[in-house]
């Protein structure tokens, strides 16, 4: 699909309302700049450390999306949500699959009051195990959402970061790049 266009469907599925939760309109400036500077920031601090780019993906867009809305309506902050009927709990893993999103890899960084894109991005990146999931070779796509309570006027970020099945890097390439050149290995 043409960034544009997974552009255009992220910037869409930030406009989603849901009672007790709002999201930018779908023209406004503000959403696509959200997408935008998240989508640089990652790609300034991959690049920076010779990884690959990453990409938007709208299935990941959706996800992340969704899940923001479902932290800013039900007032909680977390990963995992456990939930009733036969789907049991929603994880990362679970909400990208539900979006069509065939994953080998999948992660996830939350955050919760940044006003921005910018601190959002930099709360995850000071953060050890948010910043592992940025830099990550294993990582090809990406996906952001964000959603505000109504009530509290809080902002809830989510960044979804995979590897669809057929992408992800071999072996040998992923230890290179994770652990540097090891002698003991043979790649």
């Not at 503000?30 to 299935?59: F, M, Y």
């Not at 456990?82 to 955050?111: C, D, K, M, Q, V």
């Not at 006003?115 to 930099?122: G, R």
Request: hydrophobic fraction near 40%; proline fraction near 7%.
């Amino acid at each position: 699909m043409p960034a544009k266009a997974v552009l255009l469907a992220c910037i869409f599925l930030l406009s989603i309302v849901a009672p007790g939760a709002t999201a930018p309109a779908p023209s406004s400036a503000a959403s696509r700049s959200d997408l935008e500077q998240i989508e640089r920031l990652t790609n300034q601090l991959r690049t920076g450390r010779g990884l690959a780019p990453v990409h938007l993906d709208a299935g990941l867009c959706r996800a992340a999306a969704g899940h923001a809305l479902d932290m800013a309506q039900n007032h909680y902050f977390g990963h995992t949500r456990r939930t009733t009927g036969l789907f049991g709990e929603s994880t990362p893993g679970s909400r990208a699959s539900a979006e069509g999103y065939r994953w080998s890899f999948i992660a996830e960084n939350i955050a919760c009051g940044q006003q921005t894109a910018p601190s959002a991005f930099l709360a995850w990146a000071s953060s050890r195990p948010h910043y592992r999931n940025l830099v990550s070779p294993a990582v090809r796509e990406l996906g952001i959402g964000t959603a505000r309570n109504r009530q509290t006027n809080r902002p809830y970020w989510v960044m979804m970061l995979g590897s669809r099945q057929e992408s992800l890097a071999p072996p040998s390439e992923f230890l290179r790049a994770t652990f540097g050149p090891v002698s003991a290995f043979s790649f």
